[in-house]
């Protein structure tokens, strides 16, 4: 089992994560992604599903019709953020980079 997070690690994981925020409510990390159209956002969605089985961690994912992609990360089994969604995170912001 993951180790729970702080809030505390959790901001300073983030930091060097563009657009990626920590939501202390929820309990998660998020960020939303914006494409030319929706075509474009599904076809980032796939590329994350496959990130996502490849480290067994996978985020909530809502798609707008206007081209965006929300990602939601936490882990269930501690309710709250982990090195797992961290490293997810990181894996999307290499993807998006590349």
Same mark, same amino acid.
């Given at each position: 089992?993951?180790?729970?997070?702080?809030?505390?690690?959790?901001?300073?994981?983030?930091?060097g994560?563009d657009?990626?925020?920590?939501?202390?409510?929820?309990?998660?990390?998020? *960020?939303?992604?914006?494409?030319? +159209?929706?075509?474009?956002?599904? %076809?980032?969605?796939?590329?994350?599903?496959?990130? /996502?089985? !490849?480290?067994?961690?996978?985020?909530?994912?809502?798609i707008?019709?206007?081209?965006?992609? *929300?990602?939601?990360?936490t882990? +269930?089994?501690?309710?709250?953020? %982990?090195?797992?969604?961290i490293?997810?995170?990181? /894996?999307? !912001?290499?993807l998006?980079s590349?």
């Amino acid at each position: 089992m993951s180790e729970l997070l702080t809030d505390n690690q959790c901001e300073k994981a983030l930091k060097g994560l563009d657009g990626w925020n920590y939501n202390d409510v929820y309990k998660n990390i998020e *960020k939303t992604f914006k494409f030319n +159209n929706f075509e474009s956002a599904i %076809t980032f969605v796939q590329h994350v599903a496959s990130i /996502s089985v !490849e480290i067994n961690h996978c985020p909530d994912i809502v798609i707008g019709k206007n081209g965006t992609a *929300k990602i939601t990360s936490t882990t +269930n089994d501690v309710n709250g953020v %982990t090195e797992k969604d961290i490293a997810l995170a990181e /894996s999307i !912001e290499i993807l998006v980079s590349g």
